[in-house]
């Protein structure tokens, strides 16, 4: 599947990411499944969606920090689902994350001039890199001081942790960095602070995102392009501009009816959905949003809808605008 004609960095191909419960009962809980993609060089590619939709595991997924059950998944043409050792330690120095909660992912027992040394440990190039001038570097790319190395992270504000959390990230000098709910966990005027770095250093550095968040708000600020996570399944991708102009699914038309607005006639067109988000342990069938959906007919209890192109750039799955429907 193409999004447009620039390159494509890494591309999902049918990756399903399946959970087995700790009992029978409990049964496997299929966060991701089935769901295809590409992410091009150079752009924020936003993913949103509910809590529990499978976000954060298709993050991780992408680079390796869990594996895929089935499908694959390519950086630069290479399916990276079948590297090991060496080969995956590589592809890992290219692909970086920042974490949700920056005050759990940074050693509370290390400096911070420890823990940006890290990656430079884990890679062995102490010896190939200057290492205390790269550290310098990261620190102003991100706003912060050479006195902050001295820091342990309580001795932090969160968001300078996430400053810090972000500078870790960078020290390879990676291609394509997986954002987990980046900002989510900050003060919405310091979010507004980190998200404004991030587009700075995307620019600066010709990075790649793949931007995961629940705010509509954010990712429509920072994305190029937005995908639309439902219960383990891409239900709609489209750029920023398409969005805004055409919804064509009905969970993409209820997300962006949820979003604050100051007229009060617009809110007021608000979408409520009924009832609540199936288990993915136990999804329904046919369609993963039949069960609230407003719209939903016969066919969509019973048959999925597959995702297909039907603007250029705009896919959606909804039988809605099948044209055997």
Known sequence: MAGNEKEALMKA??????????????????????????????????????????????????????????GSIYFHGQDVSSLKGKDLKEMRKKAQIIFQDPSACLNPRRTM???????????????????????????????????????????????????????????????????????????????????????????????????ISHNLNVVYQVSDRVG???????????????????RYHPYTEALLSAIPQVDQEAQADRIHLEGEVPSPSNPPSGCRFHTRCPKACERCSKDRPVLKEISEGHFVACHLYDEEH
């Open 113 to 211: 001039k420890q823990i940006l040394m890290e990656p430079f440990e884990i890679h062995n190039l102490t010896k190939e890199v200057d290492v205390e001038t790269r550290i310098h570097k990261l620190l102003q790319l991100v706003g912060l001081d050479d006195y902050h190395l001295s820091r342990y992270p309580h001795e932090l504000s969160g968001g300078q942790k996430q400053r810090v959390g972000i500078a870790r990230a960078l020290a390879l000098e990676p291609e394509i960095i997986i954002c987990d709910e980046a900002v989510s966990a900050l003060d919405v005027s310091v979010q507004a602070q980190v998200l404004n770095l991030l587009q700075e250093l995307k620019e600066k550095l010709g990075l790649t995102y793949f931007f």
């Open 13 to 70: 191909d049918h990756v399903k990411v399946y959970f087995k419960g700790k009992n029978r009962k409990s049964g496997t809980v299929k966060a991701v499944d089935d769901i295809s993609f590409e992410i091009m060089k150079g752009e924020t590619f936003g993913v949103v969606g509910e809590s529990g939709c499978g976000k954060s595991t298709l993050g991780r997924t992408l680079i390796r920090l869990l594996d895929a059950t089935e």
């Open 228 to 246: 639309v996570m439902y219960l383990g399944n891409m239900v709609e991708i489209a750029s920023y501009d398409q969005l805004y102009e055409k």
